[in-house]
């Protein structure tokens, strides 16, 4: 946005003001914290549900339904705290936020694993509607950002996406192999006790990453003090001439049509399971490998941003993406 944007008042450019950033021994650490945060924070809610929805569905006794409710459930919360969340990472530090939402968000998935009643996972969804959008998604995309700097915004959040598809994959790969070890082997289902005890172990290891990225991210992402005090307040004016910009809308409509096409992902492991007749294991190893193919296509990503000009990018990816 230039100055005749923002209604002829300059607005300074954070990465500007960011030292921290420039320091090479910092900025490899800084960029895989970042990584390791921006995926394991949403495991719980959403990951988890991904590989092990066959699973998730009989331990909870619950309808796909029900577990859709539970998404809109968190889905009221997140809309909500979009709106709050940008001018919350424009007045406190990035690490403090982050490390905030990953701490709790991953503590929260200890009373997640004793299988509550569905009222308290609804409220559980709904909490990590906050935590994950108000208090981190925000401050992550600026320090995604500040970490770019002005020359290679697109580089940082495509290694960001990347490294999360990675991230994703990994994690994923982990706790099937943890999934499988706790389930017998000798019988085509699982009994009822082993595959809840094993999937408690699933989400154990879901909160402890997820509290390990929070630590990580405290000590290896910089506090941008310069930054902070750098920030414009977001006016009412301003707000009006960002919504009236068609790019704005353009951008919102392709990640409107990329999360829609990424959600269809969500149901392959209960696809493979109830109509190709795989067990959960093996559905949960079906719904991983998707995992790895999102971070294999966010690397050609990179490359086609550093190779593009990003609005020709953009337009290219609308069609494909419908």
Same mark, same amino acid.
């Given at each position: 946005m230039n100055s005749d944007e923002a209604g002829n008042e300059s607005i300074p450019d954070p990465t500007k003001h960011n030292r921290s950033f420039s320091k090479p021994s910092l900025r490899v650490y800084t960029l895989l914290a970042l990584i390791l945060a921006?995926? &394991? #924070? %949403?495991? $719980?809610?959403?990951?988890?549900?991904?590989?092990?929805?066959?699973?998730? $569905?009989?331990?909870?006794?619950?309808?796909?339904?029900?577990l859709g409710a539970f998404f809109s459930m968190y889905g009221i919360v997140a809309m909500a705290s979009y709106f709050f969340g940008g001018p919350l990472a424009d007045r406190f530090a990035t690490r403090s936020l982050m490390a905030v939402a990953l701490w709790l968000t991953g503590l929260s998935g200890i009373l997640f694993a004793t #299988?509550?009643?569905?009222?308290?996972?609804?409220?559980?969804?709904? %909490? !990590?509607?906050?935590?994950?959008?108000? $208090?981190? !998604?925000?401050?992550?995309? +600026?320090?995604?950002r500040e !970490?770019?700097?002005?020359?290679?915004?697109?580089?940082? %959040?495509?290694?960001?996406?990347?490294? +999360?598809?990675?991230?994703?994959? $990994?994690?994923? &790969? #982990?706790?099937? /192999?943890?999934?499988?070890?706790?389930?017998?082997h000798d019988a085509v289902n699982s009994m009822a006790l082993d595959r809840t005890t094993a999937f408690q172990y699933v989400i154990f290891v879901a909160s402890a990453i997820t509290c390990i990225s929070g630590a990580l991210v405290w000590f290896f992402v910089p506090v941008n003090n310069d930054s902070l005090k750098h920030t414009v307040a977001i006016t009412p004016?301003?707000?009006? *001439?960002?919504?009236? @910009?068609?790019? /704005? !809308? @353009?951008?919102?409509? #392709?990640?409107?049509?990329?999360?829609?096409?990424? *959600?269809?992902?969500?149901?392959?492991?209960?696809?493979? *399971?109830?109509v190709l007749g795989y067990s959960e294991t093996q559905s949960a190893a079906v719904g991983t490998a998707a995992l790895w193919m999102r971070m294999a296509v966010a690397? /050609?990503? /990179?490359?086609?941003?550093i190779r593009l000009v990003g609005q020709k990018l953009s337009l290219l990816a609308l069609p494909l993406i419908c």
């Amino acid at each position: 946005m230039n100055s005749d944007e923002a209604g002829n008042e300059s607005i300074p450019d954070p990465t500007k003001h960011n030292r921290s950033f420039s320091k090479p021994s910092l900025r490899v650490y800084t960029l895989l914290a970042l990584i390791l945060a921006g995926e &394991s #924070i %949403f495991f $719980l809610p959403f990951v988890i549900a991904r590989i092990f929805r066959p699973t998730l $569905l009989a331990v909870f006794n619950i309808t796909n339904t029900q577990l859709g409710a539970f998404f809109s459930m968190y889905g009221i919360v997140a809309m909500a705290s979009y709106f709050f969340g940008g001018p919350l990472a424009d007045r406190f530090a990035t690490r403090s936020l982050m490390a905030v939402a990953l701490w709790l968000t991953g503590l929260s998935g200890i009373l997640f694993a004793t #299988i509550p009643s569905n009222t308290i996972v609804y409220a559980l969804y709904a %909490f !990590w509607g906050s935590t994950t959008i108000l $208090l981190f !998604w925000a401050a992550l995309i +600026r320090a995604t950002r500040e !970490w770019g700097g002005t020359q290679y915004q697109g580089r940082a %959040f495509g290694y960001l996406e990347a490294g +999360r598809g990675l991230t994703a994959a $990994l994690l994923g &790969s #982990i706790t099937v /192999v943890i999934f499988s070890y706790f389930t017998p082997h000798d019988a085509v289902n699982s009994m009822a006790l082993d595959r809840t005890t094993a999937f408690q172990y699933v989400i154990f290891v879901a909160s402890a990453i997820t509290c390990i990225s929070g630590a990580l991210v405290w000590f290896f992402v910089p506090v941008n003090n310069d930054s902070l005090k750098h920030t414009v307040a977001i006016t009412p004016a301003r707000f009006i *001439k960002i919504l009236l @910009m068609p790019v /704005v !809308w @353009m951008l919102a409509v #392709i990640i409107v049509c990329g999360y829609v096409g990424y *959600k269809i992902t969500d149901n392959f492991s209960l696809y493979v *399971k109830d109509v190709l007749g795989y067990s959960e294991t093996q559905s949960a190893a079906v719904g991983t490998a998707a995992l790895w193919m999102r971070m294999a296509v966010a690397f /050609v990503a /990179v490359i086609l941003r550093i190779r593009l000009v990003g609005q020709k990018l953009s337009l290219l990816a609308l069609p494909l993406i419908c």
